[in-house]
């Protein structure tokens, strides 16, 4: 009997033993996991937020404004050409709208002044014992002038065809924006001339540009802002006052 209750005992301990190591591999493995857990940083996650963009433009302001030399003056990657150029249009802009100066008259006076001095030093270079000057021969080429009459042709059309659509009743939005624009530009034509409103137009092209360039990080965001606040207005005038216009039936397009 008394062999009995040993084994019964022995026994009864080993499976004891048995569950208490169970219990302890389950609590390490636990905490094994939850340590491992913790270690484990956060994955970044694989899909970035698109940035916004002002006219929703994918590449650099260089890029959409051509890259070539007009790019460079505009953005002042050559501040002494940019400087030139700026410079040169505020001349004429205070010869002909402060000083008063017609443009016949200027171009007169500079061809007598620079004829009499070629004059005058090609016909007294014997008494002053210098050199004729030397008169380059000018010849302007065609292709620049034929590029440029071909691409004003090309950006007439399209706006010839842009005012044949809105005129034949086709497109609401685009009439309503380009009524607003005539509307604009009549009020800045009676505040002032065309050569002011051109000038003030080169120097907006030669500063808000590479301003634009500088702090477009910054600027993005608010314009993402007027945006989204313009296209809930819009919104709400096309939902009380577009939809309600009757409109005619379209006329299915020939292929």
């Given at each position: ?65 051509g890259g070539g030399k007009p790019a460079d003056v505009f953005l002042w990657r050559n501040k002494k050409i940019s400087a030139g150029v700026l410079g040169g ?31 005058l030093w090609s016909n007294a270079h014997t008494f002053i014992h210098k050199s004729p000057p030397r008169i380059p021969e000018v010849h302007l080429p065609e292709e ?112």
């Open positions: 009997m008394a062999e009995e209750s040993e084994s019964k005992q022995s026994t009864v301990e080993s499976v004891m033993e048995k569950i208490s190591g169970k219990i302890h591999g389950h609590d390490s493995s636990s905490s094994s996991d939850s340590d491992s857990d913790h270690e484990k940083p956060a994955s970044p996650s694989p899909v970035k937020a698109k940035i916004y963009r002002l006219f929703g433009r994918e590449r650099p302001v260089h890029h959409v404004l249009a505020t001349a004429i802009w205070v010869l002909f709208e402060l000083i008063e100066y017609n443009l016949l008259t200027l171009v007169c006076h500079i061809s007598i002044l620079s004829l009499a001095l070629m004059f620049p002038f034929l590029q440029v009459a071909a691409t004003l042709t090309f950006e007439l059309n399209q706006a010839l065809k842009l005012l044949r659509d809105i005129a034949s009743g086709r497109n609401l939005k685009k009439f309503l924006m380009v009524i607003s624009a005539f509307w604009v530009l009549s009020i800045v034509g009676s505040w002032c001339n065309f050569l002011t409103l051109f000038y003030i137009s080169f120097v907006l092209l030669h500063t808000v540009l590479v301003l634009y360039e500088k702090y477009e990080d910054k600027v993005d965001p608010f314009a993402e802002k007027a945006m989204i606040e313009i296209k809930k207005q819009y919104a709400v005038f096309d939902a009380k006052v577009l939809s309600k216009i009757p409109k005619g039936p379209l006329k299915t397009k020939k292929v």
